[in-house]
């Protein structure tokens, strides 16, 4: 399946300057298969190693940084030849071997002509645990599961995404059908490799949820492998809060649905853990719609959703009937589970996520965004409910150019906002 990260590890290939490259990502966003396509695709040949478990290379790294020597110790470990300009050098799950990191430095400042990609799940991790790093001699970039463009892809509608490309916005409306039928399957089935590929190999919804549910046994065992001991009941606490959390009507984080009486000093460090994991987004509230939204945000208040769609719903237990065809009783959820694809469209974007709430009323915006010299509210409504009193307030209030409401209903141009339907709604950001 194609991944749109894919252009921006050839823009980083061709860079006069180029850095070594760290991709950050979620364990199972399909790192190690996007490096490895990377390096089949634009590279002569490609060197793999993995550092997990890797005592022989630990030992490597540990005696000095000496460039001739490590390239040395890399040629036999793979049995491969390494060429300057013709070899892809693969680290991956680098934080094992934290003195590996330090190398980076030593590679971009005495062999630059040599092209280093690396990986760590919990890369993150390991730098707040102190680990050395090469600060500004390395470049970064962050994988997230199958956004909505790359699960078009993977389904073999190239023609669906051309049309939100070109801003077709007439056929867009006319085949809205078929964008709705596969936003409600990407909701079900979601953005992790895996899932999707099963999907799309077999059709079958039930195995694409028992492999859900394994990733999320998955990142449970990691909670207890690589956390403080101290740290993982709380960690496991917050993260069984999130769909709670999520229910809520105004999803703001509440510490004390997490454990009764608890204290935002009691679970900081659990939720630093699963951000550092990339197993979370974090949505910050700002006070004011002004430029930069980082300078009106209010720290101790903010959203919590999961990484992606499909583990919400697998976390939730709700079927594939409940998802595809909606009842009465999933009506409240449904918001939820929109709001969480549309924080995972705007994070795969780049963007920074944030949301707007009165000091003392009841008027919010779920989301709010920054692009270019633009501040942009996103009213997001889960079917064709095209009220938005929140949004048109603020844009009043404070005089806001541009605004977007997203929701099934198709694209069509208003006074004040722009109804763009969600499933057209990152190309329509990204154009």
């Given at each position: 399946?194609?991944?749109?990260?894919?252009?921006?590890?050839?823009?980083?290939k061709?860079?006069?300057?180029?850095?070594p490259?760290?991709?950050?990502?979620?364990r199972?966003v399909?790192?190690?298969?996007?490096?490895?396509?990377?390096?089949?695709?634009?590279?002569?040949?490609?060197?793999y190693?993995?550092?997990?478990?890797?005592?022989?290379?630990?030992?490597?790294f540990?005696?000095?940084?000496?460039?001739?020597?490590?390239?040395?110790?890399l040629?036999?470990?793979?049995?491969?030849?390494i060429?300057a300009?013709?070899?892809?050098?693969?680290?991956?799950?680098?934080?094992?071997?934290?003195?590996?990191?330090?190398?980076?430095?030593?590679?971009?400042e005495?062999?630059?002509?040599?092209?280093?990609?690396?990986?760590?799940?919990?890369?993150g991790?390991?730098?707040?645990?102190?680990?050395?790093f090469?600060?500004?001699?390395?470049?970064?970039?962050?994988?997230?599961p199958?956004?909505?463009?790359?699960f078009?892809?993977a389904a073999?509608?190239k023609q669906?995404?051309e049309?939100?490309?070109?801003?077709?916005?007439?056929?867009?409306?006319?085949?809205?059908?078929?964008?709705v039928?596969?936003?409600?399957?990407?909701?079900?089935?979601?953005?992790?490799?895996e899932?999707?590929?099963?999907?799309?190999?077999?059709?079958?919804?039930?195995?694409v949820?028992?492999?859900?549910?394994q990733l999320?046994l998955?990142?449970?065992?990691?909670?207890?492998?690589?956390?403080p001991k101290?740290?993982?009941?709380?960690?496991?606490?917050?993260?069984?809060?999130?769909?709670?959390q999520?229910?809520?009507?105004n999803?703001?984080?509440i510490?004390g649905?997490?454990?009764?009486?608890?204290?935002?000093?009691?679970?900081?460090?659990a939720?630093?853990?699963?951000?550092?994991c990339?197993?979370?987004?974090?949505?910050?509230?700002?006070r004011?719609?002004?430029?930069?939204?980082?300078?009106y945000?209010?720290m101790?208040?903010?959203?919590?959703?999961?990484?992606?769609v499909?583990?919400?719903?697998?976390?939730?237990?709700?079927?594939?009937?409940?998802?595809?065809e909606?009842n009465?009783?999933?009506?409240?959820?449904?918001?939820?589970?929109?709001?969480?694809?549309?924080?995972q469209e705007?994070?795969?974007?780049?963007?920074?996520?944030?949301y707007?709430?009165a000091?003392?009323?009841?008027?919010e915006?779920?989301?709010?965004?920054?692009?270019?010299?633009?501040?942009?509210?996103?009213?997001?409504?889960a079917?064709e409910?095209?009220?938005?009193?929140?949004?048109r307030?603020?844009?009043?209030?404070?005089e806001l150019?541009?605004?977007?409401?997203?929701?099934?209903?198709g694209?069509?141009?208003?006074?004040?906002?722009?109804?763009?339907?969600?499933?057209?709604l990152?190309?329509?950001l990204?154009m």
């Amino acid at each position: 399946m194609e991944r749109l990260l894919m252009q921006e590890l050839v823009k980083w290939k061709d860079k006069k300057n180029r850095k070594p490259l760290i991709i950050k990502g979620a364990r199972q966003v399909g790192k190690t298969w996007l490096m490895k396509e990377f390096g089949k695709r634009y590279f002569e040949n490609a060197v793999y190693i993995n550092f997990e478990n890797n005592r022989r290379m630990k030992n490597v790294f540990e005696m000095d940084y000496h460039i001739e020597r490590i390239l040395s110790a890399l040629k036999i470990e793979s049995g491969k030849k390494i060429e300057a300009g013709g070899t892809l050098l693969i680290f991956d799950e680098i934080q094992e071997v934290p003195r590996a990191l330090g190398a980076l430095k030593y590679f971009y400042e005495e062999a630059p002509e040599y092209a280093i990609v690396a990986a760590g799940s919990l890369l993150g991790i390991a730098l707040h645990e102190g680990t050395s790093f090469p600060v500004g001699k390395v470049d970064f970039l962050t994988l997230y599961p199958l956004n909505f463009t790359e699960f078009l892809l993977a389904a073999g509608q190239k023609q669906l995404v051309e049309l939100t490309e070109e801003k077709d916005y007439s056929l867009v409306n006319a085949f809205s059908d078929k964008y709705v039928e596969m936003l409600r399957k990407y909701y079900y089935v979601g953005g992790m490799p895996e899932a999707a590929s099963v999907y799309f190999e077999t059709d079958d919804l039930q195995e694409v949820r028992t492999i859900q549910q394994q990733l999320l046994l998955y990142y449970a065992n990691d909670f207890s492998k690589h956390a403080p001991k101290e740290t993982v009941p709380r960690i496991q606490m917050v993260w069984n809060s999130v769909p709670m959390q999520l229910a809520k009507e105004n999803r703001k984080f509440i510490y004390g649905m997490v454990r009764e009486g608890a204290r935002a000093k009691d679970f900081e460090l659990a939720i630093q853990w699963l951000l550092d994991c990339g197993l979370i987004h974090k949505s910050y509230r700002i006070r004011k719609p002004g430029m930069p939204l980082i300078s009106y945000m209010d720290m101790s208040s903010f959203k919590i959703y999961m990484s992606d769609v499909g583990l919400l719903g697998a976390r939730c237990n709700l079927d594939a009937i409940t998802i595809l065809e909606g009842n009465e009783i999933f009506t409240e959820f449904k918001g939820a589970l929109t709001e969480q694809f549309v924080a995972q469209e705007l994070a795969s974007s780049g963007m920074e996520l944030y949301y707007y709430s009165a000091e003392n009323s009841s008027g919010e915006v779920d989301f709010i965004i920054q692009k270019a010299n633009k501040v942009i509210p996103v009213e997001v409504k889960a079917e064709e409910n095209l009220q938005a009193k929140s949004m048109r307030a603020l844009c009043r209030k404070y005089e806001l150019q541009s605004a977007i409401r997203s929701s099934m209903s198709g694209y069509r141009e208003q006074e004040w906002m722009v109804n763009v339907p969600l499933y057209m709604l990152r190309s329509y950001l990204n154009m």
